[in-house]
């Protein structure tokens, strides 16, 4: 039996890190199926499983036998775009507006997976030891061709995959710590349009094309205190990372290809993905009911802007893209979560949570790349254990978000042109999750 359910362990690691991970959002919450069961609500308290190497990496000192988790997050997302417009103006058209059509299907999101894995080994009544996979932060927002916010962004892609070794010590019954540095490896595609000066403007658009890598390091870091045997509350701190990409930023197309711009540039593009403290307390009622809480705060301040650095533009396009520089101008934000687990019996446990997410974007700022605003999310999980050794974790999640609105403009050609695009947007989504634990 054990050596059946450890080749089927091996299996999904193999498919989980051969998947290319990809999200529906820049921040991910996908680091845990038994979590996503109640909204995440008690992730830096629970250490149900080995996912708590991401949650609290204290909690590892909780787990009583050497243990693997493996699991996969799909997001299905809809997005409603209404009351849209796009319009020229500037000096170029001498004070006229100038309006230009494109499409609006809000079909942007393609169906992603979001893959984890965790191993964690108690060396002895203090001492444990664990490694982690995940991904902390993602972005896919693939827009129809003629999309009428193309000049704005109508493809962007950020995959975050992050390695974590991970140390816990337990002081005495009430006190444990974690630490674990984070390898953190990010690629990132951003594309757009550019409106073409020599024929009729909305058509025959050029393209702007940039892509990065880098690898850079942080630390995720816990706190967990027992007060009593059914009451803990953990703290956790999860570092900034600091990534400085290096690509290629290609033009094509339109009055690019016309005026003999047309190629690959060198660019490089320094990102900030922020620090984050994660608060919770899980209590345990009886031997049937556990309650969850929890709230996170994220220095989300640190994202002001995207700014592209290319060398090599040629002189009378370096006013717009030497550099390329986009605004976002975000702020903190604050997440909360409450949940709770009933325990049907020794097979069977039920989970449901509630969650409030607040946006970091704001109405001046906001970008058709990450069109989001305030969320609340409802969720239902179920754990099953067969057999001692192994525990399946189902769970699937409702997100909805508030209504939002995009005004951004851009200007070209020296200030002379400038593209504006106007619109609300709606967001909703589905989420499933399924994990494995193996206990050894």
């Known amino acids: 039996m054990k050596k059946t359910w450890l080749k089927t362990a091996i299996a999904v690691a193999v498919g989980t890190l051969s998947t290319q991970a990809m999200a529906a959002g820049f921040a991910l919450n996908e680091q845990s199926i038994s979590g996503m069961g109640t909204s995440f609500a008690g992730r830096s308290s629970s250490a149900d499983d080995a996912s708590t190497v991401f949650g609290n990496p204290a909690g590892m000192a909780l787990l009583k036998r050497e243990q693997v988790s493996l699991g996969m997050a799909a997001i299905h997302a809809k997005t409603d775009i209404s009351d849209s417009s796009g319009s020229f103006s500037g000096p170029a058209l001498g004070g006229a507006t100038l309006p230009y059509s494109g499409s609006s299907d809000g079909d942007m999101v393609p169906f992603t997976a979001v893959p984890m894995g965790y191993y964690v080994k108690p060396i002895d009544e203090k001492w444990a ?245 305030d969320r609340t999310a409802i969720s239902l999980g179920l754990a099953w254990n067969p057999t001692e050794d192994v525990t399946v974790d189902l769970a699937y999640s409702y997100l909805r978000e508030e209504e939002v609105e995009i005004s951004r403009d851009r200007s070209y050609s020296g200030g002379l042109l400038e593209a504006n695009y106007d619109a609300s947007y709606k967001n909703r989504a589905h989420g499933f999750g399924a994990a494995m634990t193996y206990r050894f």
Do not use: C
């Open 129 to 373: 030891v664990g490694v982690g996979i995940y991904v902390p932060f993602g972005l896919v927002t693939d827009y129809e061709s003629g999309f009428q916010g193309r000049y704005f962004g109508d493809y962007s892609e950020v995959r975050v995959i992050t390695v974590q070794p991970t140390v816990s010590y337990r002081f005495n019954e009430k006190l444990s710590v974690g630490f674990g540095p984070t390898i953190n490896r990010i690629d990132g595609e951003l594309q757009s349009k550019s409106p073409n000066a020599v024929g009729p403007l909305g058509s025959n658009d050029g393209r702007v094309k940039v892509t990065g890598t880098d690898t850079a390091l942080g630390f995720n870091a816990g706190v967990l205190y027992e007060f009593t045997p059914q009451t803990r509350a953990g703290v956790t701190y999860r570092s900034k990372v600091a990534y400085k990409l290096e690509g290629d930023t290609e033009l094509s197309g339109g009055s690019f290809a016309l005026t003999g711009a047309a190629g690959d540039y060198d660019a490089s593009l320094e990102l900030d993905t922020p620090e984050s403290v994660d608060v919770s307390l899980t209590h345990e009622l009886n031997d049937q009911w556990t309650l969850y809480g929890g709230a996170m705060w994220t220095r989300w301040s640190r994202f002001e802007a995207i700014v592209i650095e290319n060398d090599g533009i040629p002189v009378p396009l370096q006013g717009n893209l030497a550099p390329i520089v986009e605004e976002q101008d975000w702020h903190d934000t604050w997440s909360y979560a409450i949940g709770a687990a009933y325990k049907l019996n020794s097979e069977w446990t039920l989970r449901t949570g509630l969650a409030f997410d607040q946006s970091p974007t704001n109405n001046t700022h906001r970008s058709p790349r990450i069109p989001t605003g």
